[in-house]
DNA sequence: GCTTAATCGAGACGGTACGTCGCGTCTTGCA
DNA sequence: TGCAAGACGCGACGTACCGTCTCGATTAAGC
């Protein structure tokens, strides 16, 4: 059901090593230097070419960075190892690989401000990026709960923000390296804290309590 | 024993009430719009006074946005109230406040993009800001380490960093609000994973497993 | 062979109107108002461009203004009319032209100004625009010469500084109309003031007298 | 007839080194550089005193450059010697040793400048400084004239305009010296230029010829 | 000896202009 | 149609100077 699908593309076609030069030379002006400090027109003369032609295939540089620095296809979901720390290992360190390379850590605050300013923009980010990682977490934790190894009042929402704010928080804001020990221990944190045995909640006194 | 300590402030003196106005127009901006939406210009002109008079005071946005919209006399510790929760919940509670607010949220992104290629505001930021912060969450956890609650294995600077991210990435990330139910179910999570009672920490075949 | 002779002009080609627009706005800010009182954004708010367009063309005020204001190809010689009076008449009328317009007059002392600071400047100011006036006067004088109406002993360099500077001096300094009649008048002093007839040289007394 | 004046001057009295020194630094600022490379603040920071020391005692930059530059008691005049040539020699030396000092040159221009903008300012210098100089130079051809050395359809104006655009001509816009030769030349130029003996002023087909 | 008043230094103030940079678009010639 | 090149209008940058002001300290003269 495309609608302008170009059933043949007519006059000359896009040069394609162009995409490529232009994602590769994004991707390391990231690595050399913050997100606000080079443009559009950077880009294209490190990538050999014009803005136009970087125009031509991405209307702004969120999405451009976008493009060059995430993995899209990044939904391949965690297989079901019947083990819900095993999983969380697994998903917790392609956040790590994701969120930890260099070039991410440099564009994740650009992107946001410009996030902040372009709704339509965000939702792509939030739809496309940050809502499958989601559910590849959720996912995780709501077959444990099937396997009845959660406990019945957590939240998984609450337990995947806790996984991925403490790897992004560390790796962005901190720009500590999220290495093996410590995606070990978030994630031991987040089964203990999500786990069945033994969970005593809080009273309705700590619950409603004073403020 | 100051060197350049200004004894006796020579020249005519600032106008503080310049000092406040900027700092209000910023925060104005902030909540209006992105952080990339305006300039050192239209923050001087919404206070009614000049780029140069801004400059006086701050070298640049990113300071000068610091400065606006974070409390930097934070590090007001949370009183020892001998219930890891409780005081878990109030520090949460605090940072949801600080990260919370509209402009805060804003600035956020862009400010993590300028630091990232300012080493020296990087510093600021995460001695003056994120440093404090971590230190009183950190000394909650210790505090009820010594009181035998917390599980000898755990790592409070991981529970910090899962509690603060979990906040951070939430509202700035998602631009969800963290309202007080969220709160009391990270923090939820965040004590059960550290607690002491029954903790079975990961076999070796576990913590060492291929990957 | 010409290094830099753009062969096939690359690139989107300058917009010619825009040329065109900054001179005159130029010429009518000059005669509005004194050559310091406008800048270059007047100028390319005049124009209806922008300040970038005009430094694309000028690097700075004081070439545009000569450029504006002064007919460089005002080579053209004056012809051969065997009457040294009345050669030096037409001669006196282009200079009276040049220098008389309101937007020269408002030029002339800026132009100066900034000459003072820029060798370079001076130098094409001097071989642009006052060396070709030179030539033509002083080749009207050596011509007359040559058929023995001038004293060997006159200088015409020095005739031509009288005549130049007498025009320049009335127009610009005092901001008297140079006329017809004074313009008759000047020629005819300086034409007297070098004839060969009865021409009687200080004695060496008068030459080398006190002081 | 003083009306304002000060009777007894209350207060602090001026420092009056200062105004020496404020002079001096605007002669020393206009050897080494142009009128417009710099300014007030220039002025004051080279005389070692304040922006506002200097406003105190001269309105704006082109009286004080006048005051700076220029000798105000120029107006003593030149004593009847009985010989026109001898007179104009003296007149000729006056003018060349005001303006051709490097600060008088370098000074002119931006004077100019200035002028053109500010018709009481254009006074000042029109009545205060060329005023004088004309008056005396007019009154050496009228003296000359009344010993019937001077033709009576000669104009003494076109004779002193020639004199001293001559020498400002050469000395400002040149750049060259106005040396003992030069003078020489140009006092001769306009001795026999206005001189009385056989005179033969141009016909009247001459004089109002085609065009 | 105290008040009064103008000056001194220093530096902030609201303005305006500077010359540069980057944006996103457009207009050429060539492939 | 794509591409390289570069001009276009637009707007922000950080700096510099303008002429004025507000400080505390200084320096006479008059009371």
């Known amino acids: 059901m495309e609608v302008d699908a170009p059933g043949t593309p007519i006059g000359r076609p896009r040069d394609t090593s162009i995409d490529a030069a232009v994602l590769e030379a994004t991707r390391n002006l990231l690595i050399e230097g913050a997100y606000s400090s080079f443009g559009m027109g950077a880009i294209a003369d490190r990538a050999g070419t014009t803005r136009q032609a970087v125009y031509r295939r991405w209307p702004n540089k969120a999405l451009l960075v976008l493009d060059a620095v995430f993995t899209h296809t990044v939904a391949t979901g965690i297989p079901d190892l019947g083990d819900m720390r095993a999983e969380l290992r697994a998903a917790a360190q392609a956040l790590a690989d994701e969120f930890g390379q260099p070039a991410a850590r440099a564009a994740v605050g650009g992107l946001l401000a410009d996030l902040a300013g372009d709704a339509a923009l965000h939702d792509v980010v939030r739809t496309g990026l940050l ?29 995947v923000q806790a996984l991925g704010g403490a790897i992004v928080y560390r790796t962005c804001f901190l720009g500590l390296p999220a290495d093996r020990e410590f995606l070990d221990a978030v994630v031991d944190l987040v089964v203990r804290g999500v786990s069945a045995d033994h969970r005593h909640p809080p009273t309705d006194a700590e619950r409603k309590g004073p403020r």
């Open 131 to 159: 809502g499958p990682e989601h559910d590849r977490v959720g996912a995780i934790v709501e077959r444990a709960r099937s396997r009845g190894e959660v406990d019945p009042t957590a939240d998984a929402d609450v337990a």
